[in-house]
């Protein structure tokens, strides 16, 4: 009887949580919002903010055409690299997995580089990201799985997707090499860095496809990820069909990973960081880790793009910010788990 209580005592302390961080993770996202509309090198007081959103005044223009288009990029971009990299960790069983250990960064940086060096339309820059992103992960995994044995499949897809990842970043080097020093050699510099000031409502549009055919098997598999996490042989044990689910998971948040790099460049530490946030606030299940990682990747992302729109006259490079913050405070993490 004791132990049922204390159970269900643990159970109601653990919703309670869960239910208070999410509260503040979803305020924190609308006060991202706000401050993403208002902050920028054309200032919007927030006196003039509603007359701005409904289509008058001055900066109607700036705020409609210009930062909602970039405020929505910020945040399905932040959301898709933080639950794709929740996902990945969870299904390496490895908190120090990041969106891009299959290849899926490095393989869409890859084939955005080809197509600048090519002189391609932006679509086409787009297109080639995307599709080379996906086809670096697909190669690995079936690479991984023919050298692999059952007792190491996870291993060797790690291994797999680090040779897949070094043979893009040096083919990248080549391009850069073969490149215009002009014109071609900045331009695929300044899109490997990470930015999010080609946002449009186009880009926002063809983006949606991809995004729910990969968000919404992870939000639908979410329990079954839990399981994953325990083990193969245990998830098989309680009725998991380990290969099904794992593959299933990993094209999903290869898509989510595939379509932020097409659309904002390489952009760093955000799958792995904001996970560790998340598991800080909600814990370990995956029920309540996914959204969480939805609400504070996205929310980091926009707040991020803010300073690197307001810091210097020129624009940042998302990317360089996302890796000055993102590194050191990971080590702070690090330190403190082992209580340093």
């Known amino acids: 009887m004791n132990n049922s209580s204390t159970t269900d005592s643990l159970s109601v302390h653990t919703s309670f949580r869960s239910i208070g961080a999410m509260t503040f993770l979803i305020g924190l996202t609308f006060v991202a919002i706000i401050i993403s509309f208002v902050v920028g090198r054309f200032t919007i007081p927030l006196s003039d903010f509603w007359d701005a959103l409904t289509g008058h005044g001055l900066g109607a223009l700036v705020l409609l055409k210009v ?19 929740a996902t990945y960790q969870g299904i390496f069983r490895n908190p120090m997995v990041s969106p891009a250990i299959l290849g899926a960064s490095s393989g869409a940086g890859l084939g955005a580089a080809i197509a600048i060096l090519c002189s391609m339309s932006f679509f086409m820059v787009q297109a080639m990201a995307f599709t080379f992103g996906v086809a ?3 190669i690995t ?15 060797s897809l790690v291994l797999t997707g680090i040779v897949i990842s070094a043979l893009a970043s040096a083919i990248i080097s080549l391009t850069k090499y073969l490149g215009d ?11 490997l860095m ?20 990969g968000l919404v098997p992870i939000i639908m598999l979410r329990w079954q990820l839990n399981l994953l996490s325990l083990g193969d042989e245990e998830a098989s044990a309680l009725g ?23 659309v904002s460049g390489v952009i760093g530490w955000i799958g792995l960081l904001i996970p560790h946030l998340a598991r800080m606030l909600v814990g370990p299940n995956h029920r309540v880790l996914i959204p969480a990682s939805i609400f504070l990747g996205g929310s980091y992302l926009m707040l991020v793009d803010d300073l690197a729109r307001s810091l210097l006259p020129m624009e940042i490079p998302i990317g360089i910010l996302t890796s000055l913050i993102g590194a050191p405070f990971f080590l702070y ?8």
């Open 67 to 85: 930062r909602l288009p970039r405020i929505a990029a910020g945040m399905a971009i932040g959301a898709s690299l933080a639950v794709s990299g």
């Open 136 to 138: 670096a992960v697909l």
């Open 141 to 155: 995994y079936f690479v991984g799985n023919a050298v692999g044995r059952n007792n190491d499949s996870l291993l």
């Open 181 to 191: 020093p002009e014109e071609k050699l900045p331009e695929i510099t300044f899109w």
């Open 194 to 213: 990470g930015s999010l000031s080609s946002a449009t409502v186009s880009n926002m549009l063809w983006m949606i496809a991809p995004l729910v055919v």
């Open 240 to 262: 998991v069909n380990v290969s099904k689910v794992r593959v299933i998971l990993i094209l999903a948040a290869t898509l989510l990973t595939a379509v932020s790099v097409a």
């Open 333 to 340: 993490l690090m330190a403190r788990r082992k209580g340093l």
